[in-house]
T-cell receptor
Framework: SQTIHQWPATLVQPVGSPLSLECTVE??????LYWYRQAAGRGLQLLFY??????ISSEVPQNLSASRPQDRQFILSSKKLLLSDSGFYLC????????????FGDGTRLSIL | QKEVEQNSGPLSVPEGAIASLNCTYS??????FFWYRQYSGKSPELIMS????GDKEDGRFTAQLNKASQYVSLLIRDSQPSDSATYLC??????????FGPGTRLSVLP
């Protein structure tokens, strides 16, 4: 069966510091991968998605970036965090054929001080 | 812009009652629809998928889809306090991205 791992679970960072969140998927090949952010009490905001290694599409211009160095690895990064980057970051994967849902990791709660 | 709309709630129902959650979508080309449950502080968990018009039942959950009206609903029978959560509706048009609604907060009162 497929599993998705996301870490760390919680992160507290000062403004201006760098960020690296990692997500890996097991049990499937060539998944579509997604990064979402969810502010407290709000809906899901799609940040990036990837359909293959090195292929990244950005939905929202901001100081975040994403990379997919391996088929089942998706990384969210920032060189300098802003206060507004606080939130709940979720990685998700889906199959590439039609009608397949997204499955989410446990998320990372990021607090910027 | 493609949108999925849901009442934000909170929707409060007594224990044992039927909870009815509704969702409308703007992209008429959407082919797949999903309901997720999200407990406070946790990630969304898939509970139902529906692809064809009509009803689909899974245990206490029934999803209903009406593509002509661009309407999806989720019924929860015999609601339990453990069903208290935010329910997210998502629509998917193949080749494009999933579109999630803002979620409806459900509170089941013991």
């Amino acid at each position: 069966s497929q599993t998705i791992h996301q870490w760390p679970a919680t992160l507290v960072q000062p403004v201006g510091s760098p960020l690296s969140l990692e997500c890996t998927v097991e049990g499937t090949s060539n998944p579509n991968l997604y990064w979402y952010r969810q502010a407290a009490g709000r809906g899901l905001q799609l940040l990036f998605y990837s359909v293959g290694i090195g292929q990244i599409s950005s939905e929202v211009p901001q100081n975040l970036s994403a990379s997919r160095p391996q088929d089942r690895q998706f990384i969210l990064s920032s060189k300098k965090l802003l206060l507004s980057d606080s939130g709940f970051y979720l990685c998700a994967w889906s199959g590439t054929t039609s009608n397949q849902p997204q499955h989410f990791g446990d998320g990372t709660r990021l607090s910027i001080l | 812009q493609k949108e999925v709309e849901q009442n934000s709630g909170p929707l409060s129902v007594p224990e044992g009652a039927i909870a009815s959650l509704n969702c409308t979508y703007s992209d008429r080309g959407s082919q797949s629809f999903f309901w997720y449950r999200q407990y406070s502080g946790k990630s969304p968990e898939l509970i139902m998928s529906i692809y064809s018009n009509g009803d689909k039942e899974d245990g206490r959950f029934t999803a209903q889809l009406n593509k002509a009206s661009q309407y999806v609903s989720l019924l929860i029978r015999d609601s339990q306090p453990s069903d208290s959560a935010t329910y997210l509706c998502a629509a998917y048009n193949y080749g494009q991205n999933f579109v999630f609604g803002p979620g409806t907060r459900l509170s089941v009162l013991p």
